[in-house]
């Protein structure tokens, strides 16, 4: 059997594929913002001295590690307005549920780097007279970060994949368009191949780039 | 206004079978999917580590492709498109393990190849220099101590391919989340239904995070 391809249908619906990629663009940014600042609260949280701020911290980082993503994304958009009376649009939702997750896996990034950092520059610091602010600010920090990013950006690039599953609540991102597309023209090959190529092109040179930084940003102890 | 008859789990504790009949399925095809990522993981990882330039090149195209792209994508085009191409049918159980297959097992052949590579080259030089073959070199000096590197890391995979198997409810695989899901449109209960799902997923993976956390401390603590 010789399959006629009709790549034509992949042209004409290309617009709405490519309205798709706004909103996957959008749900990315605004739910890396989300996962940024959040991470942070949540590493230091769980690096208090007090049981009172990590224990929290533990219970939710654990949570969100322990659960699939897309269980997350269905329990925020039908549990939330449910038991708080809130109503979240699926977009809104969509972001809550992808934020946490990131903030979650942020946390663990945010904490190994500042741990990694040997106690010893620490002490060290404060053996020379600074204060623990100072520390933190002009030798932890400084290091710390260099070994932040790169692990940074690339939850950045598996949460450019993961905004697909916003799908499942109706967000009309590309993977949700690509659906409706395939369901309405009935040619789900030629759909979803362009769905994947298009996902291939935006995600491989970030990659490339991820892994540039990695060697670039390398710590060598 | 909340619902004030929320939080009720009487209910849906009485429907718990149901939601382990999905739990049941989610393991099955995780556990599937594992053992296909680690093959195809291996398989992988030789021919991007081999002599001939064209299949170190298929290998790192294949590991690309898998990789830059979203799971979901991939899950779709195989369950619906790929049978168009080959004109075999998939049920959605095979179609899960391909995608799952493929795509983790893309990763875990950079795994292998990174645990490999950790190694100082000194190692294998010095073996083939003691007159092993190659092979012999592979598998008593280079293999006992890689795998030794890269277990936590292979472990914590298997906890991602168990969580990333609810995508498979969405090419009706009845798994636990497809369970969860229709029971909470059936009972009209999905606060509860839901949050029983997440601990059951939760119950499913813990168990394998103590145990990276376990050797991650043992593998460590001599190193």
Not at chain 1, 174 to 184: L, S
């Amino acid at each position: 059997m010789t399959y006629q391809w009709h790549f034509q249908v992949v042209w004409q619906n290309l617009p709405f594929l490519l309205q798709g990629l706004g909103m996957t663009v959008a749900a990315t940014v605004l739910s890396m913002l989300v996962g940024l600042v959040g991470g942070l609260l949540i590493a230091l949280m769980r690096l208090s001295a007090w049981r009172g701020f990590r224990m929290p911290a533990i219970a939710f980082t654990e949570a969100f590690r322990t659960t699939p993503l897309l269980v997350q994304i269905v329990w925020v958009y039908t549990v939330l307005p449910l038991s708080t009376g809130i109503m979240l649009s699926p977009f809104t939702s969509g972001l809550v549920a992808l934020g946490l997750n990131v903030a979650a896996f942020m946390s663990e990034i945010y904490r190994a780097g500042i741990t990694s950092v040997s106690p010893f520059q620490t002490q060290a610091g404060l053996a020379l007279g600074m204060t623990r602010w100072q520390v933190l600010r002009r030798v932890v920090l400084p290091q710390a970060v260099r070994r932040v990013i790169p692990p940074t950006a690339s939850m950045w690039v598996g949460l450019f994949k993961d905004t697909s599953l916003l799908a499942a609540i109706g967000v009309a991102e590309v993977m949700y368009q690509a659906r409706v597309i395939a369901a309405e023209t009935f040619r789900p090959l030629e759909i979803f191949t362009a769905t994947a190529l298009i996902y291939f092109l935006l995600t491989y040179p970030q990659s490339l780039a991820v892994n540039r930084l990695f060697k670039r940003l390398r710590v060598q102890e | 206004m909340s619902d004030p008859h929320l939080w009720q789990f009487g209910l849906i504790l009485r429907h718990l079978p149901y939601l382990l009949a999905g739990a049941k399925m989610t393991l099955a095809v995780s556990a599937v999917s594992i053992l296909c990522a680690l093959a195809i993981g291996v398989g992988i990882a030789l021919a991007r580590m081999s002599r001939s330039r064209s299949a170190e090149f298929l290998a790192g195209l294949f590991i690309d492709v898998w990789r830059s792209t979203p799971t979901l994508a991939q899950l779709l085009w195989v369950f619906y498109a790929l049978p168009i191409l080959t004109g075999v049918a998939l049920d959605p159980f095979t179609a899960g393990v391909i995608t799952l297959g493929c795509h983790y097992g893309a990763s875990l052949a950079e795994t292998f190849r990174a645990g490999i590579l950790s190694l100082p080259a000194g190692q294998r030089q010095a073996a083939l220099a003691l007159g092993m073959t190659r092979a012999q070199a592979l598998r008593r000096i280079i293999l006992p101590q890689a795998v030794v590197r890269m277990l936590p890391a292979v472990v914590s995979m298997f906890i991602v391919i168990t969580k990333e198997s609810a995508l498979v409810s969405m090419i009706n695989l009845r798994d636990l989340m497809w369970h969860a899901q229709s029971l909470a449109g059936l009972t009209m209960r999905s606060t509860e239904v839901l949050t029983i799902a997440a601990g059951l997923y939760a119950v499913c993976t813990y168990p394998q995070a103590l145990l990276v956390n376990y050797l991650h401390r043992r593998l460590t603590a001599h190193a």
